[in-house]
């Protein structure tokens, strides 16, 4: 059974400081990254099998038999400018419904953690959390790359310096979210929420008319707009979803390792 190294506890997080960011962050705003947490386990069906083995049998006399489990480790890279508490979360929660048993997160280098991001981890049950200076972060790595364990990198960082590669490990960058389209009506959306979930965001305001002149990374718009937004925007957030995140294309299958099988039908 795959285990990270001992060494990693002497960079744990305290669970004061886990305390500490979980009080500092409001209840209304902790209810909107458990949203986030609870909508995109609901994407990614925890209810389904960890491991399956599925036989088919096709015309021409063969079957193909398809087994599939989860990866042994994750790990999640951030950094000083890793501060959007719900679009880590949205890349953190797939990794936990596919059943990985084995999953860290690695904080690369000088500042601290936020504390919203914190509370995020907090809210998620996670709680493998470490602060490892560079020389350690390259011993770390060294030992994921050459342990010959099935694995995945999510690298969240906002400086990132390399990318993995290794015969057993997946690579994971998220993309770039700098900018955000934003149509207001009366009452939609809440901007201090939005701030508070992507305090790293550019929020550039558009109305129906101009929506489709955008170059922004996401939208935020009103239900019925939800269509028209979709034809520019890969990532698009109704009213009322404002503070919430979901990546597109990314979900709990790139956490499964497959292996396929080629026999002669019975």
């Known amino acids: 059974m795959f285990e990270f190294p001992e060494w990693l506890q002497t960079y744990q997080i305290e669970d004061e400081v886990f305390a500490d960011a979980y009080e500092a962050t409001s209840p209304s705003r902790r209810a909107w990254l458990k949203k986030t947490i609870a909508q995109v386990y609901s994407v990614n069906s925890p209810e389904t099998p960890q491991k399956t083995w599925n036989v088919n049998t096709w015309n021409g006399g063969f079957e193909t038999e398809v087994a599939t489990a989860p990866l042994e480790w ?39 953690i936020s504390k919203p991001v914190l509370a995020g981890f907090e809210l998620a049950g996670q709680e493998d959390v470490v602060q490892l200076p560079m020389d350690k972060i390259e011993e770390f790595l060294g030992f994921l790359l050459n342990g010959g364990a099935y694995g995945a990198v999510l690298d969240l960082r906002g400086d990132p310096d390399f990318v993995l590669n290794g015969p057993c490990v997946r690579y994971w960058r998220v993309p770039e979210i700098s900018s955000i389209s934003v149509c207001k009506n009366e009452d939609f959306p809440d901007m201090d929420v939005l701030a508070f979930v992507h305090p790293d965001v550019e929020f550039v305001e558009v109305d129906e008319d101009s929506l489709d002149e955008g170059e922004a990374d996401a939208a935020v718009v009103p239900a019925e707009l939800v269509g028209e937004a979709l034809m520019t925007f890969n990532i698009v957030l109704a009213h009322g979803q404002e503070g919430c995140w979901l990546w597109n294309g990314f979900n709990s299958s790139f956490f499964k390792r497959e292996c396929v099988a080629l026999a002669v039908a019975e």
């Open 74 to 112: 994750t790990v999640l890279l951030l950094d000083a400018r890793s501060v959007s508490p719900v679009r880590i979360l949205a890349a953190l929660v797939p990794a936990l419904t596919a059943g990985v048993k084995q999953v860290l997160v690695a904080f690369c280098g000088e500042g601290e």
